[in-house]
């Protein structure tokens, strides 16, 4: 069987070891890189299944590296990062990024999240129209389909939920989605959040197997098959 191969950039020597080695005894092969100028060259090269980028990097950004992958290509992208502010958030998944590890961690976290994104999980953002559930959206005209009627979404309805299917099954923290979606994370903003998620919840009531949860304080999980 095929190695799933990782590129992991990361500049503290120790902790891109301990990882490393860990990824390794489970059968991925890794490649480390801990010049942020040099990661896009290690990248066409080495031609990777996942890349596991820190943020603070000697020589170039992991957001700057994320911006030249994305450039070229959809490989999934986790950023491993120190910086926890809302921001840094809200710029790594505008860069590209499909996942935010904050350090510490733990290795069978980040083997999680990279098995959500290699088994098809939150490649890309989408551009065109998909089934999720029983229903056919389309984030481009903003429609919602069930058995031949069609619903019109307003642009952020449909932004909302184009976000969270983009990161389905997976946590997506409310001030990440007010900051993507708002520009802010204020009160205004927030309790209009609820309301954007009440009206998402019961536009697709119709399908029991979809459904919006609450993770109460942090944000919500869109569960999908």
Known sequence: MKKIKVLYV?????????????????????LVESDGAKALDRFKSFEPDVCLLDVMLPGKDGFAIADDIRAQSDVPLIFISAKTAVDDVVTGFKSGGNDYLRKPFSVEELIVRMQNLLAGNNKKPIDEAVAIGSYLFNPHRQTLALAGEVRKLSYREAELLKLLYTHRNQVVERPVILNLLWG??????????????????????????????????IGYRFVCP
């Open 10 to 30: 990361e500049d503290e020597t120790f902790l891109a070891r301990i990882v490393a080695d860990s990824l390794q005894s489970r059968g991925y092969e890794v």
């Open 184 to 217: 802010s994370d204020s009160f205004f903003n927030s309790r209009t959040l609820d309301v954007y998620i009440t009206k998402l919840r019961g536009y697709l009531k119709a399908d029991a197997t979809l459904e919006i949860i609450t993770i109460k304080g």
